[in-house]
């Protein structure tokens, strides 16, 4: 039985958490639901609940009932990573100085303008000066955080708990050693898919049926979520009862919304399986973003764009789209596998992405760590695309300015992706080994043998282990790019008629 003040600092934590998630259901109807003329006086309202939030957080009494609990229940299994987790976030908050908060929170507002404008007309140099800055800010934080090798760990930590870059760069670096020559290889590979074949009609609200039949076999419960329509899609799990996802359609581009809510789906099914006895606090909170761009990659791609997928939901693609009747499957599936090295990352397949974040976490830890300069930031970039996916972006706005993660003063985040990319496969060969009819069963549309064993292993956890603890608990092994690349060159090779 827990103490009795550890009774009293999970209340407050429960507190903390409650107000972030009635924020993020505040932003959710801001991207989803809000009359035009509603955003001046939100805006007020998300301030006051973030305060609420900030002050429970940061307060002496706070720090007080940590201490109080770490010491009554220390060695407490089942309440240590709630302990852990909030010692974590609570020093995080509590060593950066409200002034270079608030400078940071300045600086930014004017960075993402001038990004905006940036972009706009290509011109690096009117940017330059506002990444500087941040930087500089940006150092600051890591040197108030502390880190034992470098900088760029105190920022990643935030995104990704516990990983340390030299960790993740030992990773990529194998993987970018087999990768590159395997791009290369697809370039001039002999066979081509027909990429037409994606852009024929598809109506918008025959696409949004086929959305929710798919996220309801994936077993995504519209009992405990929504699926609505956003500029940008994305993913909240407000509590694991009440998850909202969100897309958008092109008429003209089926992939766009089709794969987008299988990829946002598998977010939420990683929210729905969080434990509600859990709710508000580490225990029932994801691990990383890494962990959780491995359930949405998993279900997008590996899933999603697999072959015995489509053996049971091509037919139902079909029917319900008239323009589709005449195209193969063996035509749909090499079409959604098209590899093909592109300037944007968020237009990238899954073969090329990775590389495009190794090239902005390399150029990231050399900015962070002022080895080079920030005006040398775009050759730096186009030479490294060059040697990575063999092409040359012809304007900064199709190179380094085309992320608004730099100018929001966001860096060790890009990490994550390809961090998910990799967790993915490795999650997914486990799930492979322990039930091995599950290709048949998806062939079969039969998904919730996955959602099931997904569930057990990872999402009823919450925080229990941090990442990479639950990667070798749940397959035997510590993150490695061995099962990426098998999966990479056992489907592409044969694709593309290489051998
Ligand atoms: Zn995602």
Request: hydrophobic content about 40%; charged content about 25%; aromatic content about 10%.
């Amino acid at each position: 039985m827990p103490s009795q003040s550890y009774q009293a600092f999970i209340t407050r934590v429960r507190e903390i958490q409650m107000a972030a998630s009635i924020e993020s259901l505040l932003e959710w109807d801001q991207e989803t639901m809000l009359p035009p003329r509603g955003a001046e006086l939100r805006a007020a309202q998300l301030g006051f609940i973030a305060g609420v939030s900030h002050e429970r957080l940061t307060g002496s009494d706070f720090a007080r009932l940590l201490e109080q609990a770490e010491r009554e229940s220390a060695g407490d299994p089942e309440v240590e990573p709630n302990l852990r987790e909030m010692r974590r976030a609570f020093d995080r908050k509590v060593k950066l100085p409200t002034s270079l908060v608030q400078e940071i929170a300045r600086t930014v507002s004017l960075a993402k303008e001038a990004w905006v404008r940036a972009r706009k007309g290509s011109n690096f140099a009117a940017f330059a000066p506002h990444l500087e800055k941040l930087l500089d800010l940006k150092r600051q934080v890591a040197e108030k955080i502390g880190f034992t090798t470098e900088p760029y760990d105190a920022l990643m930590d935030e995104y990704e708990p516990g990983a340390r870059s030299a960790d993740v760069q030992k990773v990529f670096d194998q993987v970018k050693k087999e990768l590159v020559p395997l791009v290369a290889a697809i370039r001039s590979a002999p066979r081509r898919p027909d990429e037409s074949v994606l852009k024929r009609h598809a109506p918008r609200e025959t696409q949004a049926v086929l959305n929710r039949l798919i996220a309801t076999a994936m077993g995504f419960d519209f009992d405990a979520g929504r699926l609505d329509v956003s500029t940008h899609p994305f993913c909240s799990g407000l509590t694991p009862q009440d998850v909202r996802l969100t897309t958008r359609y092109d008429e003209h581009y089926l992939p766009m919304s089709l794969f987008g809510v299988m990829h946002e789906a598998g977010h939420g099914l990683y929210e729905q399986g969080l434990d509600p006895a859990h709710a508000f606090t580490p225990l029932g909170q994801s691990v990383s973003l890494g962990i959780h761009e491995s359930q949405s990659r998993m279900w997008e791609n590996l899933v999603g764009r697999s072959r015995s997928f489509w053996l049971y939901f091509y037919p139902l693609l079909q029917a319900a789209l008239p323009a589709w009747r005449e195209v193969p499957l063996d035509d749909w599936y090499f079409a959604i596998n098209t590899v093909k090295p592109s300037l944007i990352r968020v237009e990238a397949d899954e073969v090329t992405y990775n590389l495009h974040i190794m090239l902005r976490f390399d150029l990231e830890r050399r900015m962070l760590r002022g080895e080079i300069a920030v005006r040398d930031v775009p050759a730096a970039w186009n030479d490294a695309f060059k040697s990575l996916l063999g092409i040359t972006p012809s304007s900064d706005a199709e190179g380094c300015l085309q992320d608004i993660h730099w100018s929001m003063g966001i860096f060790g985040y890009f990490p994550t992706y390809a961090l998910g990319n990799l967790y993915a496969c490795q999650f997914f060969k486990a799930a492979n080994q322990a039930l091995p009819d599950l290709p048949a069963r998806i062939a079969h549309g039969e998904l919730q043998p996955l959602r099931d064993w997904l569930r057990k292993n990872i999402h009823v956890h919450g925080q229990r282990y941090r990442a990479d603890e639950l990667v070798k608990r749940v397959t035997g092994r510590p993150l490695g790019h061995a099962d990426f690349m098998e999966h990479l060159r056992s489907k592409y090779q044969p694709l593309y008629g290489l051998h």
